[in-house]
Structure formats: C-alpha cells, structure tokens
C-alpha cells in the first residue's frame, strides 16, 4: 500500500520547520542555557505549530513572527517550571562554554565578556537580544512576538543593546 502524497500545507510546514528550526533552538538556548531543555523546547513549539498552523492569519504578520510567538512561550512555560522546582545552588556548566573560556585568545576573553554582559542584563533585554540576534527576527517580526508596535519594538531593542554595550566596557 502505497504512502498519500503530501499535501501543500504539510510541504509548507516542512519548510517552515527547515528555515526555522536551528533559529528556534538558538533562541530556546540562549533564554534556557540547557540544551537538552532547548531542544524539547524546540520539538515542544514545532508540535504545537503543526498542531495550530490552521489558526495562522497571514493578515496578523509572517509564519516566522507567528512561529518564534509560540516558541516564547514554550520557553517561558519551561521558565515557570523550573521555578517551581528546586533551584541549584550553581548552574551545571557548559562545556563548551567552559572550553572557550579556558582557551587562550582574544576571542575567548571577548566571548566572556560578551556572555557576562548578557547574563547580566534584565531578563526581558535578554529576550530582545535572543530575538534579534539568536533567532534573527527583524524588528517587525520581533514587534509580532511581544504584541506591541514596530517602532516600540525598535526601540526596546536599541536600548537592551545599549545596556549591552555598556555592560561590556
């Protein structure tokens, strides 16, 4: 017996999920700082697209923009869940975070000081900073994503770079 042929909406889904998916993990990463939780959190808002992509309004803004929505909120759900549960007294380390650091080099040193920086920042500037720098949404995209207006958007994200940036001085 021979498999139905795809239909158009499961090949556009499939190349939602092929243009998307590696943005969508780097965003899940650099909110969780986990990569087993940002790759459930990954597989977490493909599924929950695949399962809504019937509700999706082209009028309200792009699949990308609708998509990295989703995943947000995937991510801040594992945020919650976390909290509910007991906190470690010191974050596991990143191996390979580790390995950079460790590494001699300027790029290493400014690796670190750009990931303390951003350790540092409130946790919503952070956001704004995985969006567009992680995930890559421009800045409508990332106006989409937060429910507010474009230039609202602009400049939330112009001022979490400029705390950025003066983090890392």
């Known amino acids: 017996m021979a498999l139905p ?23 899940a990463w650099s909110l ?11 597989a977490l808002a493909f599924e929950r ?8 309004d082209p009028r309200k803004g792009t699949e990308r923009a609708w998509l990295f929505g989703i995943a947000r909120n995937a991510a801040l759900d ?16 990143d191996p390979a975070a580790a390995a950079a650091v460790s ?8 690796r670190a000081t750009v990931r303390a920086a951003i350790a540092a920042l409130e946790p919503r500037d952070r956001e704004l900073v995985a969006l567009k720098f992680h995930a890559g949404l421009s800045n409508a995209e990332i106006a989409e994503v937060l429910g507010v207006s474009e230039s609202s958007a602009g400049t939330k994200v112009h001022r979490a770079i400029t705390k950025l940036r003066e983090a890392c001085a």
Do not use: M, Q
């Open 78 to 93: 594992e945020l919650r869940r976390r909290r509910r549960t007991a906190a470690l007294v010191v974050d596991p380390e």
């Open 5 to 27: 042929a795809p239909n158009t909406a499961s090949l556009a889904f499939d190349a939602l999920y092929r243009s998307c998916v590696n943005d969508v993990h780097a965003y």
């Open 103 to 110: 590494g001699a080099g300027e790029e290493a040193e400014r």
């Open 49 to 56: 697209a695949y399962r809504k992509r019937g509700r999706y």
């Open 32 to 42: 969780l700082h986990d990569r087993a939780a940002a790759e459930d959190v990954t």
